[in-house]
């Protein structure tokens, strides 16, 4: 084989491993096991988030618990699930992939896009010292404890 053949195969072959390594990590098993990666957890949290901000949008309150946006979600058509970006499945946006308990919900909370950040959903621990919490404003980002104890007061 000559070498310019042997460096093409070589090039090529590299390159669908990192293609590899890349998209594995992308669906979620690198690092901490299937469906344990941040990209998963941050899909989880913001999913859930929507379901909280679509019942608050048709109640003009929060939800007074986990059975009254757990109903609510199941009542939903799938055309309503898809515009607010909400999975079929209700039940498993509760408990967080990472450190497999249910998340914190501030229940009965207004979503204020202004104002101070307020957490209205969180990891109970999260992982690695950090936990993804839904701000109020729309947006989820994973804090340290720090800075988790800043958002849920």
Same mark, same amino acid.
């Given at each position: 084989?000559?070498?310019?053949?042997?460096?093409?195969?070589?090039?090529?072959?590299?390159?669908?491993?990192?293609?590899?390594?890349?998209?594995?990590?992308?669906?979620?098993?690198?690092?901490?096991?299937p469906g344990a990666s941040a990209?998963?957890?941050?899909?989880?949290?913001?999913?859930? /988030?929507?379901?909280?901000?679509?019942?608050?949008?048709?109640?003009?309150?929060?939800?007074?618990?986990?059975?009254?946006?757990?109903?609510?979600?199941?009542?939903?058509?799938?055309?309503?699930?898809?515009?607010?970006?909400i999975p079929d499945d209700i039940?498993?946006?509760?408990?967080?992939?990472?450190? =497999?308990?249910?998340?914190?919900?501030?229940?009965?909370?207004?979503?204020?896009?202004?104002?101070?950040?307020?957490?209205?959903?969180?990891?109970?621990q999260g992982k690695g010292g950090?936990? /993804?919490?839904?701000?109020?404003?729309?947006?989820?980002?994973?804090?340290?404890?720090?800075?988790? =104890?800043?958002?849920?007061?």
């Amino acid at each position: 084989m000559s070498r310019v053949r042997r460096w093409g195969l070589s090039a090529w072959l590299t390159l669908l491993c990192l293609l590899t390594i890349g998209t594995s990590e992308i669906a979620g098993c690198g690092g901490g096991g299937p469906g344990a990666s941040a990209d998963d957890g941050r899909t989880k949290i913001t999913n859930l /988030f929507h379901l909280y901000k679509a019942y608050t949008e048709q109640n003009k309150k929060g939800p007074a618990d986990e059975q009254a946006l757990m109903d609510f979600g199941k009542k939903l058509t799938a055309e309503q699930r898809a515009g607010y970006i909400i999975p079929d499945d209700i039940d498993g946006l509760f408990v967080s992939p990472r450190d =497999k308990q249910k998340y914190v919900i501030r229940w009965g909370a207004k979503l204020e896009p202004t104002g101070p950040p307020k957490g209205i959903i969180w990891e109970a621990q999260g992982k690695g010292g950090t936990r /993804f919490v839904a701000l109020a404003m729309g947006y989820v980002e994973e804090y340290d404890e720090t800075m988790v =104890k800043d958002y849920i007061k």
